[in-house]
């Protein structure tokens, strides 16, 4: 550390700090997610809750079994997503992976991916999107959700979602879009 910055230090300059934002289970943003996705996913960092010198979006998704992601990829964006629990299949590029506990995916720019709960318990997975904003997209296209409410009936995407979805962190949808 230099004189000048030890001496910043000392007199309490705090200019040079980042934010510190802890979130407790159960503090997050939550949104129920539509067909065919299901489930829900939560919020738990955004620039809209903490400052960010680089903005990142992070929290969790959790897809029942039967329900997708279906087949997009991100324009803007690079992705990761950390399986903590649940089975399923990730498709990146037309190729088949696993998904189970431990599973990580890096997923850059462009590419088409889309995530298939195949087991018979919820599937639940972390992500990472880099610039934010894929937790606006949740925000319009889900309802609220409050911790330990029951799961409603399934619901449909809103009729703008194609719209939303280029708003927000995805690119256009291919012609030949890639089905479970």
Known sequence: MSEQAGRSAQAGDTSHLGDVLVKQPGEEVSYWQPVPANGHIDVIFAPHLVPMEFPIGFGTQTVPPGGYVREHAHD????????????????????S????????????????????????????????????????????????????????????????????????????????????
């Not at 889900?142 to 409410?149: A, K, L, W, Y």
């Open 76 to 95: 803007r964006n690079e992705e990761v997503i950390f399986v903590i629990r649940g089975k399923g299949r990730a498709v990146v590029e037309g190729v």
């Open 97 to 180: 992976h696993e998904m189970q506990s431990g599973s990580a995916f890096f997923i850059g720019r462009n590419r088409r991916h889309m995530f298939i709960n195949e087991g018979t318990e919820d599937i639940l997975w972390t992500w990472l999107i880099v610039p934010n904003g894929l937790e606006d997209f949740f925000r319009l296209i889900g309802r609220p959700r409050q911790p330990d409410e029951p799961t409603p009936e399934p619901f449909p995407r809103p009729e703008n979602v194609l719209q939303i979805e280029r708003d927000t962190v995805f690119a256009a949808q291919p012609d030949d879009q890639r089905q479970p």
